[in-house]
């Protein structure tokens, strides 16, 4: 997780709008996915300032079948998924709540 921060800090740090060449990898406009149920990519992501940033989630429903008290439901298998087992997590949406 660190080392793709890293590498948007830098390639943003690298950006030349009058040499594109120099900073093939970031442009103002470029949209961040990132997949992952770690919190800490939340404030990661946060901490870039980039205005498009978005985190791709499991639903929590989807990660907890299985266990605990969600012992009932079967555990999907990752091919079985479908898009309504997925969050998209807008971090500019939650920087304008805060």
């Excluded at 992952?36 to 946060?46: E, F, V």
């Amino acid at each position: 997780e660190h080392k793709v921060m890293d590498f948007i800090r830098d390639t943003k740090a690298l950006y030349d709008p009058d040499d594109l060449e120099k900073s093939p990898h970031w442009q103002p406009s470029l949209t961040h996915v990132l997949y992952g149920l770690d919190a800490d990519l939340i404030m990661l992501g946060l901490a870039t300032h980039e205005p498009h940033f978005l985190l791709l989630r499991e639903k929590m429903s989807v990660v907890m079948a299985g266990r605990g008290r969600h012992k009932h439901r079967k555990k999907k298998d990752m091919l079985e998924y479908t898009r309504n087992d997925f969050d998209l997590l807008e971090l500019s949406s939650l920087r304008e709540m805060f």
